[in-house]
């Protein structure tokens, strides 16, 4: 079986600060972890993904995250919050073998709101 | 290259009436997965193809969701009859195949049903 836990459903930061999403995962196996971000009125974009090489991820606009696996835990970070990075974002985990293979388990979302 | 289109973007139908959404992957990507996002949850995973195959449809809610993937290409949802418990977002993604490649999705249907 496998989860995802998003810690905060709401994160509020000022513009030009840091961000911290935070995720946790439980999983039987070798897990590959997603960051995906959604817009609105926009689809899912792919901001970044772990699957089993380097611990700390680099993604798109600047994000990255770091696999933690003593901790089960995958926190989407950026060092200055840009007003466009406004959007809910989801940490997601699939199986890496097994007959869940392929199917994606999400997140409850966190909403990021970025003051001026 | 077109990314993954979903039809119709918006869909408001009364219960118990039927409607079908579509889904066109990206050219050349064999899997194709549906999920559906219901007000105040999570997303969550309805089925998975593999070319015309159903390789995982544990997600299916119940017996009045119906999908197809004839020829392997594009793919459709029906819910019949529909129930206001459907309403959501249902989102289709695809992959190139379902190791470690990225699912990328398209923008979803948000069905209302009244």
């Known amino acids: 079986a496998q989860s995802v836990t998003q810690l905060d459903s709401h994160v509020s930061v000022s513009e030009g600060t840091p961000v911290l999403l935070r995720c946790n995962y439980s999983?039987?196996?070798?897990?590959?972890l997603f960051w995906y971000v959604q817009h609105p009125n926009k689809g899912l974009q792919l901001l970044l993904k772990?699957?089993?090489?380097?611990?700390l991820v680099k993604g798109i606009n600047g994000f990255e995250a770091e696999f933690k696996k003593s901790e089960t835990s995958f926190h989407l970070t950026k060092p200055s919050a840009h007003m466009s990075d406004a959007a809910e974002y989801f940490c997601v985990v699939t199986l890496s073998g097994g007959t869940s293979y392929g199917k994606l388990t999400f997140g409850q979302g966190t909403i990021l709101t970025v003051h001026p | 290259e077109a990314g993954v289109t979903q039809f119709p973007s918006h869909s408001v139908i009364e219960k118990g009436q039927t409607v079908t959404l579509r889904c066109d992957p990206i050219s050349g990507h064999d899997n194709l997965y549906w999920y559906r996002r219901v007000m105040g949850k999570e997303i969550k995973f309805l089925l998975h193809f593999v070319k015309e195959s159903k390789q995982d449809e544990s997600g299916m809610p119940n017996n009045r969701f119906l999908a197809e993937r004839t020829g392997g290409t594009y793919s459709t949802l029906k819910v019949q009859p529909a129930e206001l418990e459907d309403s959501g977002v249902y989102f289709c993604?695809?992959?190139?195949?379902?190791?470690?490649?990225?699912?990328?999705f398209g923008p979803g249907t948000r069905l209302t049903v009244l």
């Open positions: 993604a695809s992959s190139q195949d379902n190791s470690r490649n990225t699912q990328y």
């Open positions: 772990y699957t089993s090489a380097a611990t």
């Open positions: 999983s039987s196996y070798s897990p590959s």
